[in-house]
């Protein structure tokens, strides 16, 4: 079974940065088993949906974003510690959520959709004060 964990979240000011951390458990990036599962990341503010982020295929390193996040957000895998990262840069306040990464057999695009991932880890508090 594959299972997730989110980790990484606290508070920064306006313009600061933070790094997420996934750490994924049920299969190794480097092996076979690895080759269809896409790592993704969202967001969710009380009263909202969850907002997709951005994902990684594990292992040809495709990746995209949804739009509010290009350019200031960065996904990244880490083989060696079967971790998926999210650098979050030049953060603003509209970026304070709960964010989780999930895990998904299915192929991909935009937008990056909820109920297309299978596999969810507990969020984690950002935190960005103006």
């Known amino acids: 079974e594959v299972q997730l964990q989110a980790s990484g979240g606290g508070s920064v000011q306006a313009g600061g940065s933070l790094r997420l951390s996934c750490s994924v458990f049920g299969f190794n990036f480097d092996s076979y088993a690895a080759d269809d599962y896409t790592i993704g990341w969202f967001r969710q503010v009380p009263g909202k949906e969850r907002e997709g982020l951005s994902y990684v295929k594990i292992t040809d390193g495709r990746v995209n974003y949804a739009d509010s996040v290009m350019g200031r957000f960065t996904i990244s895998s880490d083989n060696a510690k079967n971790t998926v990262y999210l650098q979050m840069n030049s953060l603003k306040s509209e970026d304070t959520a709960v964010y989780y990464c999930?895990?998904?057999?299915?192929?991909?695009?935009?937008?990056?959709?909820?109920?297309?991932?299978?596999?969810w880890g507990q969020g984690t508090q950002v935190t960005v004060s103006s």
């Open positions: 999930a895990a998904t057999l299915v192929e991909l695009g935009l937008p990056i959709v909820e109920n297309e991932f299978d596999y």
